[in-house]
């Protein structure tokens, strides 16, 4: 949920024109200016690809204790060391797991995060994962010590 929240808050600040392609008999069309992370089109490539990007985390266990996490720790794109990272070759089929997960939870709750992202709905992990799907207990991001 992270990959979905981080694009589509970077999608807000653009819009997209949308509205019929049909042409009036004056020549004119009925498009209007809608925000890019409310088009049909952009959630759907979104949730296309989202699955796609996770081998850009690792497994970590917590200090202490038992918790094991995935967390992110490839620079997305247009970060500055961007460029330099993806000159490197990471192989390893730990994301595997998480990959799979990913592709169910897209495919038993799209309607879910659909409906989270058109209601703009902030820390959509924790939502998603504990109130629609019943996933977690607790937060999915746990405060960092």
């Not at 992370?37 to 690809?49: G, K, M, N, P």
């Not at 202490?64 to 500055?80: I, L």
């Not at 709750?109 to 109130?131: P, S, W, Y």
Request: aromatic letters at 8%; hydrophobic letters at 35%.
């Amino acid at each position: 949920m992270d990959e979905v929240e981080h694009d589509v808050t970077k999608a807000r600040r653009r819009t997209v024109e949308a509205g019929p392609f049909r042409v009036r008999p004056d020549g004119t069309q009925e498009r209007r200016k809608i925000p890019l992370h409310r088009s049909e089109a952009f959630l759907t490539d979104l949730l296309e690809e989202v699955c796609e990007r996770m081998s850009a985390y690792k497994l970590e266990s917590g200090a202490g204790t038992q918790a094991r996490t995935f967390k992110r720790f490839a620079p997305r794109k247009g970060e500055d060391i961007y460029q330099d990272f993806h000159k490197f070759y990471v192989f390893s089929d730990a994301y595997l797991p998480l990959r799979a997960a990913c592709d169910t939870v897209l495919e038993e709750f799209e309607e879910e995060i659909l409906a989270l992202v058109a209601q703009g709905a902030r820390g959509m992990a924790d939502t998603l994962c504990g109130e629609k799907a019943g996933l977690c207990e607790g937060p999915a991001h746990p405060a960092e010590s």
